[in-house]
């Protein structure tokens, strides 16, 4: 995620603490929130798609959804 827009979340939440927010800006925030955790959970399954696991006898494995 761009940094102006990770910077634009902490000011609206910054700013939700210590004056209400516009309607606007409560949908601005709403949107950006859900495009950062999209993104989180795309790079943690990514991290885990390429993650495998190995056992005693020295045999890896994907892991897999169970």
Not at 11 to 26: F, H, I, P, V
Not at 31 to 60: H, P
């Amino acid at each position: 995620m761009e940094k102006a827009k990770i910077e634009r979340i902490n000011y609206l939440a910054k700013k939700a603490k210590t004056a209400s927010l516009t309607a606007d800006e409560l949908q601005e925030q709403k949107l950006l929130r859900e495009e950062y955790v999209a993104e989180i959970r795309n790079n943690l399954r990514t991290q885990l798609d390429n993650t495998y696991v190995v056992d005693e006898a020295g045999n890896k494995r994907k892991l897999r959804e169970s």
